[in-house]
């Protein structure tokens, strides 16, 4: 008969460990035999600490991050900035976007779309909302707080942009609703800006807000066709010892404006924008723009306008 296979040349060796104990009841397998064999099938390998050398004496490197939370990773989204330029990810990927609205333009049908413009610190940027999320937007929603979750960035024309999906979800909020967002902080320290003259905005670049100053010389309108509608532009002409400077409004009448005229002026939060090669202003809808006529330096302008 051949000799019986010991525990080592066994294919399993507690399972023959085993064999033997009901075979030989009187001769159990030494303690340093059980030991082994319940940490090699019982209990799994300690994990090595991150740069712990293994038993051949190499090095293991090992991520510090855990299986939880590489799990819930995977459910945070990326976040982007209202300068598309400074997104690296390709077209296609989605984002979540927080943004101050500072224009809405107006409804179109067939479709039901509207155009909205949004900025933060980086820039500015303009989304199409679609369908239910259209009266979410108003000229009063000018200076609300928007999130866009799940909002795809593509290419068109070789320019980045933004695009709804099917499940993007769109939010408007008042700012004094999270106070403390860091684009709601950087929406009310606009208006702690130091103010620009008319000539230096002239150097600044466009879609930047600023604060400027100076006397209200003039102000004028006329009746543009925009999509086979007439709209009135309104234009507040301001003047300094720098040069002059037009700001303009799509939304507000010249009525608003005339009791300004001859007087300095320090307009809060406009936008900086170019047309036909000429640098200029828009007002800002609802709250966005605020006009002061007490400020430092309108003495100086008052009497530059004297002369």
Request: charged content about 20%; overall charge negative.
């Amino acid at each position: 008969m051949p000799p019986k296979r010991s525990a080592l040349q066994h294919f399993n060796p507690v399972k023959s460990q085993a064999l033997d104990l009901l075979s030989d009841p009187q001769s159990p397998p030494e303690d340093d035999d059980v030991q082994h064999s319940e940490h090699s099938e019982l209990a799994p390998e300690a994990p090595k600490a991150a740069g712990q050398e293994n038993d051949s004496g190499v090095a293991v490197l090992r991520s510090p991050i855990s299986n939880r939370d590489r799990f819930l990773a995977g459910f945070l989204p990326a976040r982007t900035c209202c300068n598309l330029d400074l997104c690296r990810a390709p077209a296609g990927s989605k984002f979540q976007l927080y943004g101050i609205c500072i224009a809405v333009y107006p409804a179109v049908t067939n479709p039901d779309r509207r155009y909205v413009q949004l900025a933060d610190n980086t820039g500015t940027v303009g989304v199409t909302v679609w369908n239910s999320n259209v009266n979410k937007f108003s000229n009063a929603s000018v200076g609300s707080l928007v999130s866009l979750n799940k909002v795809s960035i593509s290419s068109h024309h070789g320019k980045k942009q933004l695009t709804l999906t099917r499940d993007s979800v769109v939010e408007v909020a008042d700012v004094s609703h999270d106070p403390q967002h860091a684009v709601s902080q950087w929406w009310q320290q606009l208006l702690q800006q130091l103010p620009k003259t008319c000539g230096a905005v002239h150097d600044t670049a466009d879609n930047d807000i600023v604060a400027v100053s100076g006397v209200c010389g003039h102000v004028t309108s006329e009746i543009k066709m925009v999509n086979n509608v007439e709209r009135t532009l309104t234009c507040i002409h301001l003047v300094d010892s720098s040069g002059r400077l037009d700001i303009r409004s799509w939304n507000h009448m010249p009525d608003a404006f005339q009791h300004y005229v001859d007087r300095p002026v320090l307009i809060r939060r406009v936008k900086v924008t170019s047309f036909a090669g000429t640098k200029m202003c828009e007002i800002l809808d609802g709250t966005g723009s605020v006009i002061e006529t007490e400020f430092p330096g309108s003495t100086a302008l008052a009497k530059f306008w004297a002369l």
